[in-house]
């Protein structure tokens, strides 16, 4: 598109030479002072104006001033003569022009400055462009932050949903067990209370009263005598028989309750509060989690070893700390399904360092390749027939959120997993 040129003079000697050497690349627009040059302004799209500073009424540099409030965009251009370059300059330094030229101008000096004038203002212009696209793009990024944010927020409660429904589904798998024994043993109190033994009992009494008026006779000389006699003398032994299975049944019944108890007391006090960052003791949080897989765990037959040292108080999160440890547990476990049932062992130690209490749940299980190890904390990474290749990834996501971390360790194949989790020992006066 052709850049229209406004130039203005009183005089013929700028106008006339400037329009004539203008004329075949510009579109050449001329005004006598600054009045007529602000009229045509207002009428006209112009791109770049180029004054004489000597005019009557309203100087070169007056009307480029009003032209810079005004049209800021286009370009302001002064010719002056020596005895005005003081003006020029100085208009210069304050923005309202953009360069001045030299009387007597050469042609070639004069086409510079307006192809430079040219170029700069589409500079300007596609910086102006830039800054705007940038501005959008900030303004862009900004709103997908925040909706990110939204929705690391939503992510973050949703897992916090999923690891409290696994927990309770764990609770619930526990304490289910717990009641399938409870049946057992009631059921064998019942079978206990209905046995032959009762039923005897009961036959030989009717017999005995039969016979209560000769008594003596009917149990010196009548072998039926003789024989209830026996009955009742061999009674008192099924009695006390009967008496330790009942008594057997009976506490194991209670155990099984109290155990129930126990699971349902951890899964409380695993889910009340526990959604912030507290001072705690680690021990007491593994205590639950161990509490809430005890019966898991008995029926796999497996032991668990403590060893808990005496340590600070550290900033943990407990359903987070819970979670992790459930997915530990159940990790463990399932690394010894192929271990002898008297061999397999869990062994939970807490102890500290100079800067961190750590936790180690070390197992004596199939143990980790060197070649996996690096892998188990990735996304979607197992070795599990029915795996998700979840849990540890959680478990290093929540370590972060406690600003701590977990690590593993592994001699190799059978050799057992140690998993090791820190957290930061706070400063004294601390606070969450
Ligand atoms: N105690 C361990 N002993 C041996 N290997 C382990 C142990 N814990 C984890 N691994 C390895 O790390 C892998 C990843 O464990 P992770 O808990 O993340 O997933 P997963 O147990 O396979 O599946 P899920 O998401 O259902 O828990 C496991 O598949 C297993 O190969
Ligand atoms: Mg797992």
């Known amino acids: 598109m052709t850049n229209t040129l406004l130039l203005v003079d009183d005089e013929e000697d700028l106008l006339i030479p400037l329009r004539v050497l203008l004329e075949e690349q510009y579109s050449i627009l001329t005004a006598r002072n600054g009045d007529q040059a602000l009229e045509l302004l207002a009428a006209e799209s112009i791109d770049m104006i180029i004054s004489d500073q000597r005019m009557p009424g309203m100087t070169g540099v007056e009307l480029l001033t009003r032209v810079c409030e005004l049209y800021p965009e286009i370009v302001r251009i002064i010719v002056t003569g020596y005895t005005d370059v003081e003006v020029a300059v100085r208009a210069i330094n304050e923005g309202q022009v953009y360069r001045y030229i030299n009387k007597p101008w050469s042609v070639d000096d004069m086409q510079l400055v307006i192809q430079q004038g040219l170029e700069w203002r589409d500079l300007v212009r596609s910086k102006g462009r830039l800054d705007a696209d940038l501005s959008h793009a900030h303004k862009a990024l900004a709103e997908r932050n925040r909706e990110l944010k939204a929705m690391q927020s939503q992510l973050v409660k949703n897992a916090h949903k999923a690891g409290m429904a696994e927990m309770t589904a764990m609770v619930l798998h ?66 006390e028989e009967l008496n330790v299975k009942v008594a057997r049944d009976a506490k194991r019944l209670m155990e099984m309750v109290d155990a129930i108890i126990q699971v349902i007391v951890a899964q409380q006090s695993a889910t009340v509060g526990g959604l912030h960052p507290e001072f705690l003791s680690a021990s007491d949080v593994i205590d639950t989690a161990v509490a809430i897989h005890r019966s898991s765990l008995s029926q796999r037959r497996i032991a668990v070893e403590k060893n808990f040292d005496d340590v600070p108080l550290v900033r943990i999160q407990k359903t987070k700390l819970i979670h992790i440890m459930i997915n530990l547990l159940k990790n463990a476990w399932e690394a010894m399904n192929d271990t002898a049932p008297d061999e397999r062992k869990i062994i939970i130690s807490i102890n500290r360092d100079e800067e961190n209490v750590c936790v180690k749940v070390a197992d004596v299980g199939c143990g980790i390749s060197d070649e996996d190890l690096p892998k188990v904390f990735s996304h979607g990474f197992t070795t599990k027939v029915n795996g998700h290749g979840f849990g540890l990834e959680s478990c290093a996501h929540y370590m972060r959120e406690m600003d701590g971390e977990i690590k593993v360790e592994s001699a190799g194949v059978g050799q057992g997993a140690t998993f090791i989790m820190t957290f930061p020992i706070p400063q004294p006066g601390a606070v969450i």
């Open 174 to 239: 526990n304490v289910n067990n717990v009641l399938n024994s409870v049946i057992v043993s009631g059921q064998s109190i019942v079978n206990l209370t209905e046995s032959k033994s009762v039923e005897m009992f009961s036959r030989a009494n009717k017999l005995l009263r039969d016979n209560m008026e000769n008594v003596e006779d009917f149990i010196i000389n009548d072998p039926k005598g003789k024989r209830l006699l026996e009955f009742y003398l061999s009674f008192e032994t099924a009695f």
